[in-house]
């Protein structure tokens, strides 16, 4: 009885081994895919033109790697300046459409207030539109303000396209948090803005 004991728990063993090391192996073949592009990429960043057009693409280095190209990209041209203004526009654009977005998804999510049903409608229709639908207007806004050609100017037209996304995503949000917790803090003393930033 020992034995037979002592060979099935064997056998549960090594089947257990084998369904762990199918499923790390799974793991990998999944990460390999996922990182190739950037894999890619680099090995790209490296070569020459030649290289790079040359048929069949060799999936390893061939050759002397070249960084002169990140030199010449970094030292050649603006590359810094446009990395720099991508950085702080979407930065801000991030920081507004959170702002807004969570102090307007909390209202539509928590009061009733006359319009309410139409704000949500006029927000969720502006998705609808196409984005070349407001160039015009949005070009003339900018015009009129000396906005064209300003950081400014293009995190203003960022948020005017993620805003409306922003509240909704953020209204659905609340909308999943139970109301007692919320009238737990008010009987606590919390504030509205104490219980929005804190519960």
Known sequence: NRAVAYR?????TNRGAVALAVRYSLLLAQLAV????????VLGSL???SQITALPPRL???GSLEFSNYTRVLG???FLTYYKNSIIVSGSTIVL???LGVMAGYAFS?????????A?????SVQMFPLVAILISLFEFFRAYNLINSRIGLMLAHVTICLPFAIWFLKAFFDGIPRELEEAAYIDGASRFRTLFQI
Not at 110 to 118: D, V
Not at 120 to 124: D, G, K, Q, R, V
């Open 8 to 12: 099935d728990c064997l056998m549960k």
């Open 34 to 41: 996922l990182l190739f592009p950037i894999y890619w990429i």
């Open 47 to 49: 070569r020459t033109n």
């Open 60 to 62: 390893l280095p061939s």
């Open 76 to 78: 050649q041209t603006r």
């Open 97 to 99: 459409c959170v702002i």
């Open 110 to 118: 928590r009061y009733r207030f006359a319009g309410r049903q139409i």
């Open 120 to 124: 949500m409608t006029s927000i969720l």
